[in-house]
């Protein structure tokens, strides 16, 4: 495991002003921890150069940071589409997990890791079960434990034709 000592993040969306995050906190009827907005000031979404964070208890991947207000992936979507409850999806991985950081008093700044467990019933997969976990304990905690697997941008191409920006997590050897 080595650390990534900077994280940067590739291809962010429009770069966000203080008024931008003032009206979307306006918006949501939140106040977001300061370590949060000044990462949002400077990496607007984008595609981290680590692809996993470091948690309490697991350690889980990551794809990339949903945008604020600009872009087609942002948190507003994820939000609206995902119905959370004292929590804001911000990121996400290729295999349907989200990082959301808490917003109401008892879990203000905690990060939490949500996924969609799948259900099958009459051979349909639905995704009814849902499971949260405490990840780490706020977003300079999430931002510092960032590192690379071993596969980090490998790509392999078996004869069956996995595709190009295959993440090695997403497949069982």
């Not at 300061?34 to 996993?52: E, Q, R």
């Not at 109401?104 to 969609?116: A, L, P, S, T, V």
């Amino acid at each position: 495991m080595k650390k990534t000592e900077t994280l940067i993040l590739n291809l962010c969306s429009k770069k966000l002003t203080e008024q931008d995050i003032t009206d979307f906190q306006q918006n949501f009827k939140i106040h977001l921890p300061d370590d949060f907005v000044k990462h949002y000031l400077s990496f607007n979404g984008g595609f981290p150069n680590a692809n996993w964070s470091d948690g309490i208890e697991n350690n889980c991947p990551l794809r990339h940071f949903f945008s604020i207000t600009y872009g087609e992936d942002t948190i507003e979507k994820r939000a609206k589409e995902l119905e959370l409850l004292d929590v804001l999806p911000f990121a996400m991985n290729k295999i349907k997990g989200y990082f959301c950081i808490g917003i109401n008093d008892e879990n203000y700044g905690q990060i939490f890791y949500y996924r969609k467990r799948p259900i099958v019933k009459n051979y349909k997969e639905t995704y009814d079960m849902n499971e949260i976990e405490l990840h780490c304990s706020n977003f300079s905690t999430f931002l510092s434990n960032f590192f690379f697997d071993q596969f980090y941008g490998k790509v392999p191409k078996p004869s069956f034709g996995w595709v190009e920006d295959f993440d090695a997590y997403t497949k069982r050897w």
